[in-house]
Every structure is written in structure tokens, then in C-alpha cells.
T-cell receptor, first 113, second 115 residues
């Protein structure tokens, strides 16, 4: 079965600092999703990557999928307290046939003002 | 330790019918979340239950409802089914301690097909 490893498990940064969260798969990723969990709001969809080498940005968050499609990184520039939460990567390793997603265990991000 | 279990794994209904999906959280977890993943879309938050109460709901019509039982298991009901309700429904559980949710553990999902 698809296994996703996220690192680090938790991260504490000072406001304004940059940070990177990694997501590594043992298998080729057909679709890689990044989610953020905020308190009381469930998961918030951030971005989806499908092609090797693909990079997407939204505001101060950039996600990349490597050429081999086995690793993704999420980079936050000039972090803010609003970025705090749990970041989850999820992957579809089925080739898109059943949309069953496997998720990493998440990275807990704390941003100190 | 058993993970989050969902039933049924697949369900086929016709328009206008009602569907009931069930979820058993990991032992000790008090929070249950329901998500919908429709074709080509990311997860969409449906409902969050904790200690038997609905804590929050996403942007879904009232025909999506649910409940959490005293043993923390949960049920999602979808009334008056529409074709666009066809989706994978994921349940997740977590500890809810001091106002912060812990790591989410997801079930395998229930695939609902509406014909």
C-alpha cells in the first residue's frame, strides 16, 4: 500500500521565517495533495500536483513535486501566525482510478509572533 | 489497534433515495470528521462531531446530516440524493484535547454512487 512519510513531525518557527515541509512516497505519485487543518475547520485543500517537476504557488505557499514523482515539498515564505496548523500531504497512487487517498501523518506547524 | 472503520465500502442508490454511512473511530478518539471527495476535487469538509455534539459543518445543504453516538461512532445521512452526491466519503477521527485537534486518522472511505 502507498505510504507517505512527512517530515518534520512538528516545527516551531518565529514569525517571518521561511520553512519547508517534506512528503516522501515509496511509490510513484499520480496525484499529490496538500491540506492544512485548522482548528474546528477540518481540512483545507491547498494544492494538488500531478506532473513531475510541477510547482504551484498560492500566496506565500509553494509546493513542488519532484521529477520522479516520489517527493513533494511545501515551502512557506515569511511565515505568519495564520500559517499555524497541521499540514497533511495526501496521495493517490491508484493512477486516478478510484480516488482513494493515502495521507501522511501530518506536520504540526507553530508560528510564534 | 483497530483503525477508523467505515461501512459500507460501496453503496449504490438512485436519485431521491436516502443513504446512511457509518464510521467507528479509533478507540479513545472523541472527534469524528466527515469529508466528501467528489470526482476530480479535493477533500471537502462536511461535518465535525465531538462528544456527541456537532461542532462545525461545511458548506453543504441541510439534507446532509449526521450524528455521533455515546460510543463516539458516527453516522452520516444524505437525504434526497442527487447525482452530484456521488463521491467518496471519508471519515476521520482524532483526539480533541484542550481546544486543539490532534493528528487525523482517516478510514478507507465509503464510495456512494447515485444513479
Amino acid at each position: 500500500s502507498q505510504e507517505l512519510e512527512q517530515s518534520p513531525q512538528s516545527l516551531i518557527v518565529q514569525e517571518g521565517k521561511n520553512l519547508t515541509i517534506n512528503c516522501t512516497s515509496s511509490k510513484t505519485l499520480y496525484g499529490l495533495y496538500w491540506y492544512k487543518q485548522k482548528y474546528g475547520e477540518g481540512l483545507i485543500f491547498l494544492m494538488m500536483l500531478q506532473k513531475g517537476g510541477e510547482e504551484k504557488s498560492h500566496e506565500k505557499i509553494t509546493a513542488k513535486l519532484d521529477e520522479k514523482k516520489q517527493q513533494s515539498s511545501l515551502h512557506i515564505t515569511a511565515s505568519q501566525p495564520s500559517h499555524a496548523g497541521i499540514y497533511l500531504c495526501g496521495a493517490d497512487s491508484s493512477g486516478g482510478s478510484n480516488y482513494k487517498l493515502t495521507f501522511g501523518k501530518g506536520t504540526l506547524l507553530t508560528v510564534n509572533p | 489497534e483497530a483503525g477508523v472503520t467505515q461501512s459500507p465500502t460501496h453503496l449504490i442508490k438512485t436519485r431521491g433515495q436516502q443513504a446512511t454511512l457509518r464510521c467507528s473511530p479509533i478507540s479513545g478518539h472523541t472527534s469524528v470528521y466527515w469529508y466528501q471527495q467528489a470526482l476530480g476535487l479535493g477533500l471537502q469538509f462536511l461535518l465535525w462531531y465531538d462528544e456527541g455534539e456537532e461542532r462545525n459543518r461545511g458548506n453543504f445543504p441541510p439534507r446532509f446530516s449526521g450524528r455521533q453516538f455515546p460510543n463516539y461512532s458516527s453516522e452520516l445521512n444524505v437525504n434526497a440524493l442527487e447525482l452530484e452526491d456521488s463521491a467518496l466519503y471519508l471519515c476521520a477521527s482524532s483526539l480533541y484535547i484542550g481546544g486543539a485537534t490532534g493528528e487525523l486518522f482517516f478510514g478507507e472511505g465509503s464510495r456512494l454512487t447515485v444513479l
